[in-house]
């Protein structure tokens, strides 16, 4: 409150994490929807969502000139489990997509459709010029990155004649897309909400927002630090079902390259009239992943400006897949549908599988786990004692169910391998596939009840946000301090300052609890319950009073000042 919209702050404190263009769409969800609200919170998220499932859907269509697999690609991308994750919550990622998924269907019908095309170079330069605002260059990155591979790629000369370099050819398919007004009016849309800063912020955040957030990372990383392998780790859960299924296309691609010899060459032996557009994709994700992979900072969110490309190429895939399982080739027997062997049945296999697999086992993991400790109690006592302490404060488990429910969740997974075994042996694939999506999105939201995040509500955080308001009510001038790993004690659900400290910052914790405590204000903190021996010793917490709660699962410690 009182703060200007460019100069962001975060309790009290100049924010200089990000840019500001989301956190403005939130200020009018809040607006619009009559204040500060969980779905206020998430109403940019949820719509943006459907923004770009809608995107895709123009892309694919623009790309392949089938309503048909269009339709498929946006159900793929809406499936995808980082992809519906993301929109419970208050992110800056999914936004940033829908600009980028815009810029991309511009490029799209600029290069493939009308060349000529003037309006789809200004939305193209715009959409990166707002991605950037939204969360900075990586968006812009992945898109310019991805489309100059295409271009490299794509822009060989044909048979017969002499190649061009790979620069030349980069300059020539550039040229397409190059619109100067377009450049300038990204940059003004940018230098819109830099220039406020820098004029009117202090130089330190101007400095940590526009060089340590963006260029800092890169040369001196401070969180988020993986090795270079960990998409190529995750990318198949997070990207499920289509990933699995565009590497083994990539496989494909590859095999009937070969098969195609010099004669066919990438033009016919591989997705007839499709290849252009599939190098398309492939440059999209590849460039996407590579670039992230030398990128020492890595979450799973980073590639969801990707995930079209994915789910395109997997559709194009399955229906390629198709077109060969129902060819017969007089003489060719190796051709007539084993395909569907070959491709499909082996990743379709490993990836669908381990959902049979494991929604058995999570509807008995209580008596599962109970099973376990008995048996680690003959070797070793102590541990089995931490581990039943660990299965009981698993409190998202549902062991406790009726029996009847576990039961038909195991006929009802039993009776999806057979459905699925049935359709891969007919060779129906767009049966399969739709057999595959639907148990994937059962089993994802079956299990975390958040199929729509708008009506999802946090009756812990409510009551507790309920609890603090009295305490205010009571005590206008009381401080509230969370000292902790995670972030659970938002006022989502009030309006009022809680200086929040992470596990990184104990000291800076203690010393404003001791300035706190000297001065004489009330205070009310709160830790995690582990946290407490960490805090016993200091005069706050000897004259504190104390309780236990839970948030969220995890045990909590309050203290308030008599």
């Known amino acids: 409150p009182g703060r200007d919209l460019f100069l962001l702050h975060f309790n009290g404190e100049r924010y200089s994490d990000k840019p500001p263009l989301y956190f403005w769409t939130v200020a009018l969800a809040y607006k619009a929807t009559g204040g500060v609200s969980p779905f206020g919170l998430r109403l940019p998220g949820i719509l943006s969502g459907i923004a770009c499932v809608v995107l895709c859907y123009l892309i694919a269509h623009t790309l392949l000139g089938d309503r048909r697999l ?38 799209v ?3 493939f459709v009308h060349r000529s095309e003037r309006p789809a170079s200004w939305a193209f330069w715009i ?70 800063i820098v004029l009117l912020g202090d130089t330190e955040s101007s400095s940590d927002l526009l060089i340590s957030q963006n260029i800092g990372r890169v040369i001196n990383p401070w969180r988020h630090v993986q090795p270079p392998w ?73 590639l969801l400006p990707m995930y079209p490309a994915i789910a ?34 082996l990743p379709a296999t490993l990836s669908w599988a381990p959902i049979v697999l494991l929604i058995p086992l999570y509807l008995w993991l209580d008596e599962l786990a109970a099973a376990l400790v008995r048996l680690i ?58 057999l595959l999506v639907g148990v994937t999105w059962v089993a994802f939201t079956g299990f975390f009840f958040r199929v729509i995040p708008a009506v999802h509500s946090d009756d812990e955080m409510r009551e507790f946000a309920a609890l603090l308001e009295a305490r205010l009510a009571e005590r206008p001038d009381l401080v509230i301090s969370v000292y902790g790993e995670t972030k659970p004690f938002y006022n989502i659900y009030g309006d009022f300052p809680i200086r929040y400290f992470d596990d990184e910052h104990e000291t800076a914790y203690k010393a404003f609890m001791t300035d706190v405590y000297e001065v004489g204000s009330p205070f009310l903190t709160i830790t995690e319950k582990d946290d407490a021996e960490e805090f016993a010793l200091n005069p706050w917490a000897v004259q504190a009073h104390q309780w236990e709660s839970t948030m969220d699962g995890d045990e909590i410690l309050i203290r308030e000042s008599p």
């Open 377 to 434: 109690e003959l070797v070793d006592v102590e541990r089995a004692f931490y581990l039943s302490e660990s299965a009981a404060d698993f409190e998202y488990s549902i062991g406790g169910v009726a029996d009847w429910v576990k039961i038909l969740g195991a006929l009802g997974a039993a009776a999806a391998a057979v459905a699925f075994v049935v359709a891969v042996r007919r060779r129906k694939v767009f049966a399969t596939l739709g």
């Open 127 to 196: 959409g990166l010029g707002l991605s950037c605002a939204v969360k900075g260059p990586a968006g812009p990155i992945i898109l310019i990155g991805g489309v100059v591979t295409f271009i490299a790629w794509n822009e060989a000369a044909p048979e017969g004649q002499a190649r061009l370099g790979l620069l030349k050819r980069i300059g020539r398919g550039f040229r397409r897309i190059w619109h100067p007004g377009g450049v300038a009016a990204a940059v003004g849309l940018n230098l819109a909400w830099i220039a406020p």
């Open 312 to 345: 395109i190429f997997a559709v194009v895939f399955f229906e390629r897949l198709a077109r060969d399982a129902s060819a017969r080739v007089e003489g060719d027997h190796a051709r007539d549908g084993s395909v569907l062997a070959r491709y499909f049945a």
């Open 230 to 302: 960990y998409y190529l780790i995750n990318i198949g859960y997070n990207a499920f079902p289509a990933a699995i299924f565009a590497v083994w296309g990539l496989f494909f691609w590859w095999r009937r390259h070969r098969e195609g010899g010099a004669s066919g060459g990438v033009s016919v032996g591989l997705f007839g009239d499709r290849h252009a557009a599939c190098r398309l994709l492939v440059s999209w994700f590849g460039f996407a992943i590579v670039f992230f992979s030398i990128y020492l900072p890595k979450r799973a969110q980073y």
């Open 70 to 107: 269009a339709f498929a690609s946006a159900c793929v991308l809406m499936v995808m489990p980082r992809f519906v994750w993301i929109l419970h919550f208050g992110r800056l990622d999914i936004l940033m997509c829908v600009f980028v998924f815009g810029a991309m269907l511009s490029f």
């Open 109 to 111: 019908r600029r290069y």
